[in-house]
């Protein structure tokens, strides 16, 4: 069997992020990393020279003076892992954050298809839901990714999904027919078509979300 390992991590953090980027390639080196909360920072900030960085390409500086939301992910992906694809989801509908007003600018997540040994993997590795309707409509959005995935290619999808377990799976991991994996707190994932999978809880490195590692095993 094949063993892929993505670590999803939301940042929370200012300043601290490259030190935490830098903590996970280096002390756990997974295939894919996929960080959240990092619209503030720099792409020589997000960057480690073992990884290629992968951001959404719309730079607009300010969106009614605020930090644009299609920044707020980031990918790396190690070096000699294969991608065979990178594409931006997009999420219009206008939501709200817990210490803000109704956001306007969209808010976007990424998605690959990778190769290691052969094997091919379809992962979202840096969901991260906002709240009020805007969350019921990314769930919808994300159960039919992972529904219409073709049919014998194995699926991840991990990240912040601001909601408890139980919505998660009743959400989003049943209506795609999904095995659903408890992280922790508001951090989980689901599965399809694999024959292993485990999470493990990594340090918060400065965040006040631990970093969260999967792996599946093809």
């Known amino acids: 069997m094949v063993m892929f390992e993505v670590v999803a991590w939301n940042a929370r953090v200012d300043n601290n992020t490259h030190r935490g980027i830098f903590a996970i390639a280096q002390g756990i080196g997974p295939h894919v990393i996929g960080v959240t909360e990092v619209a503030r ?17 719309m730079r607009r500086a300010k969106v009614r003076g605020r930090t644009p939301e299609w920044r707020n992910s980031a990918v790396l992906v190690r070096r000699d892992v294969e991608v065979i694809r990178i594409t931006w989801k997009v999420e219009r509908t206008p939501w709200r954050g817990p210490k803000a007003g109704v956001r306007h600018d ?6 690959l298809v990778i190769r290691v040994d052969g094997k091919a993997l379809k992962v979202a590795p840096a969901l991260h839901f906002p709240f009020g309707d805007a969350q019921d409509d990314m769930a919808r959005n994300v159960a039919r990714w992972m529904r219409r995935t073709l049919p014998r290619r194995a ?20 209506v795609a027919r999904a095995v659903a994996i408890r ?7 689901a599965v399809k078509r694999v024959n292993a999978a485990s999470v493990t809880r990594f340090p918060r490195y400065g965040s006040d979300h631990f970093a969260m590692r999967y792996r599946v095993w093809l």
């Open 183 to 189: 992280g922790y707190g508001v951090d989980h994932g």
């Open 155 to 174: 699926v991840l999808a991990v990240g912040d999904v601001n909601m408890k377990f139980s919505g998660w799976k009743r959400r989003v991991c049943d």
């Open 41 to 57: 920072r720099t792409d020589a900030e997000l960057s480690h020279p073992g990884y290629r960085l992968y951001r959404h390409g």
């Open 106 to 111: 969209p808010r976007v997540w990424p998605e």
